[in-house]
């Protein structure tokens, strides 16, 4: 079968792959699409931390099974799904906990271990969620949307409050839907006015700032003075994640939904006046999946418009490169198998 895989910094190649073999507990997967992530970018760009090369990458995953060993009986031949990427131990304490997207020993498809970006995928059926009745482009993104609603309710936000969401990246984008989902007023913030645009129109934030010098004054003022109680940061900058302190209302929260290959540093008088919650939000439990699948089948999500570039898988190679540059305007980009 075909596979891509990243060699090296820069440089994705064809390959051939031998076929999986079924196993016990696990599923042969046909897949039919696969979401191109910030993971993948950052990779082949060399800025993925917990990377190792080669590796084929790919961790956004739907497919159809070709065939599947599930002792429940939950998953068979014929049925749509999306992959779980997150593999995880189960005997660690986080998993004891239920806490399985956070594991000791997790590997995850496409970073830790091979991904999906070929044409099938063995899985085991515990890390497969079936989604008939939804598209596959629905199915394709409902990881990354699980990130999004795993950090929401991570924030434990709650209706009426503010929240403000810096970076409107496809994660960024999904922590603004469910946090208008818990009835909150959203403030975007990014670079670009036309992302910022896109979160109106897509995720129907309240209000857009633009991450320039003025931004704080510019949230002071929506705010009242008072400044957001939950500030989400799905940006992947150190400086942006450093300068998220100074967004936060006395008593409030900082999330730190994206992830960045350095240190961190912050004024802790700052930080302890205000006696601040600092949370990680990483990957996404079942139960996130499950939100996000909710939210498509009443319509509350459009899969459709958040998908912006699309590739076959023969011919995405040559499409990478492209989508890395910002003039080309992605906000999700799928391959097609």
């Known amino acids: 079968m075909k596979a891509i895989v990243c060699e090296q910094v820069g440089q994705l190649r064809m390959t051939l792959q031998e076929e999986p073999q079924p196993q016990p507990g696990t599923a042969i997967v046909k897949l039919r699409r696969i979401g191109i992530c910030g993971t993948d970018m950052h990779a082949?760009?060399?800025?993925?931390?917990?990377?190792?090369?080669?590796?084929?990458?790919?961790?956004?995953?739907?497919?159809?099974?070709?065939?599947?060993?599930?002792?429940?009986?939950?998953?068979?031949?014929?049925?749509?799904?999306?992959?779980?990427?997150?593999?995880?131990?189960g005997d660690c304490i986080a998993c004891r906990n239920g806490k399985t997207n956070c594991c000791t020993g997790m590997k995850v498809l496409g970073v830790h271990i091979d991904g999906g970006m070929r044409e099938r995928i063995a899985v085991p059926v515990t890390h497969l969620l079936v989604t008939n009745g939804l598209t596959l482009d629905q199915s394709a993104v409902l990881?990354?949307?699980?990130?999004?609603?795993?950090?929401?309710?991570?924030?434990?936000?709650?209706?009426?409050?503010?929240?403000?969401?810096?970076?409107a990246g496809p994660i960024g984008l999904g922590v603004m839907a469910f946090t208008k989902h818990?009835?909150?007023?959203?403030?975007?913030?990014?670079?670009?006015?036309?992302?910022?645009?896109?979160?109106?129109?897509?995720?129907?934030v309240d209000e857009t700032v633009q991450a320039t010098q003025s931004a704080k004054e510019r949230v002071s003022e929506l705010?009242?003075?008072?400044?957001p109680t939950v500030v989400f940061d799905a940006t992947g900058s150190a400086r942006s994640m450093s300068e998220a302190f100074g967004f936060v209302a006395h008593g409030g929260k900082l999330v730190y939904v994206g992830l960045v290959k350095?240190?961190?540093?912050?004024?802790?008088?700052?930080?302890?006046?205000?006696?601040?919650?600092?949370?990680?939000?990483?990957?996404?439990?079942?139960?996130?999946?499950?939100?996000?699948?909710?939210?498509?089948?009443?319509?509350?999500?459009d899969a459709a418009s958040f998908?912006?570039?699309?590739?076959?898988?023969?011919?995405?190679?040559?499409?990478?490169?492209?989508?890395?540059?910002?003039?080309?305007?992605?906000?999700?980009?799928?391959?097609?198998?």
């Open 262 to 301: 350095a240190d961190l540093a912050f004024n802790d008088p700052e930080f302890h006046k205000r006696e601040m919650t600092l949370l990680g939000s990483r990957n996404a439990t079942p139960e996130d999946f499950d939100a996000v699948q909710e939210a498509f089948r009443k319509g509350g999500i």
């Open 223 to 227: 705010t009242n003075g008072d400044f």
């Open 44 to 89: 082949y760009k060399g800025n993925q931390p917990f990377f190792t090369y080669p590796r084929v990458l790919g961790h956004e995953l739907a497919g159809i099974v070709e065939q599947a060993d599930d002792p429940q009986g939950k998953v068979k031949a014929g049925d749509q799904v999306a992959v779980i990427p997150y593999m995880h131990c």
């Open 182 to 204: 818990r009835g909150a007023r959203v403030i975007a913030m990014d670079l670009q006015d036309e992302r910022l645009a896109f979160c109106r129109k897509w995720a129907g």
């Open 143 to 167: 990881e990354p949307l699980a990130i999004g609603a795993h950090a929401v309710r991570r924030s434990e936000l709650r209706a009426g409050e503010t929240a403000l969401v810096i970076g």
């Open 307 to 337: 998908i912006t570039h699309r590739a076959a898988f023969t011919e995405m190679i040559g499409q990478f490169d492209e989508w890395l540059k910002p003039e080309s305007k992605v906000i999700k980009a799928m391959v097609e198998l």
